[in-house]
């Protein structure tokens, strides 16, 4: 299985760019991991929130293929326990998912086209949280499923 992680709009701070890169390169450890960054929306003061999200989702969905399992992250998403999230990454794996797409959408969430395309939506929290953050709570708790998975000391419980 490879995993990205699609995200609208770049990280600026150097300290989350640092962290994020950090788990990345141990995520190489365990699985083909990318994040893909789509740029941010130009002219947006002349589009209303609805016209925004159409234009990201439309950005979003160039970046998919029609075989590609998309995993939201979003409010409105199941909520998982880090154990839980690893099992969940395993029955993917076991059922043969070659592609796990998980997207982070710009900050009005996401389209109708893109809710229709996805496979399902989790949420990392109840909390709302940057995108900046939420790059690197995400990476940080992939990583954590996958040691959890090979059964090493990262995770405590």
Do not use: W
């Amino acid at each position: 299985m490879r995993i990205t992680l699609l995200c609208v709009g770049k990280t600026d701070d150097a300290y989350y760019t640092a962290l994020i890169d950090k788990f990345q390169q141990r995520l190489k450890h365990y699985v083909p991991f990318t994040m893909v960054t789509i740029p941010d929306v130009k002219n947006t003061k002349h589009l209303s929130t609805g016209q925004q999200k159409v234009k990201e989702g439309e950005a979003i969905m160039r970046q998919l293929s029609p075989s590609d399992q998309v995993i939201l992250l979003d409010e409105k998403g199941k909520e998982y326990r880090s154990v839980e999230f690893a099992a969940y990454l395993n029955k993917l794996m076991v059922g043969s998912v070659q592609q796990l797409v998980f997207v982070v959408g710009g900050p009005y969430g996401f389209d109708d086209a893109l809710y229709q395309r996805a496979n399902g939506k989790i949420s990392l929290s109840k909390l709302t949280f940057s995108h900046q953050m939420v790059r690197l709570f995400f990476v940080e708790q992939l990583y954590r499923a996958f040691s959890i998975l090979k059964r090493e000391p990262y995770h405590h419980e």
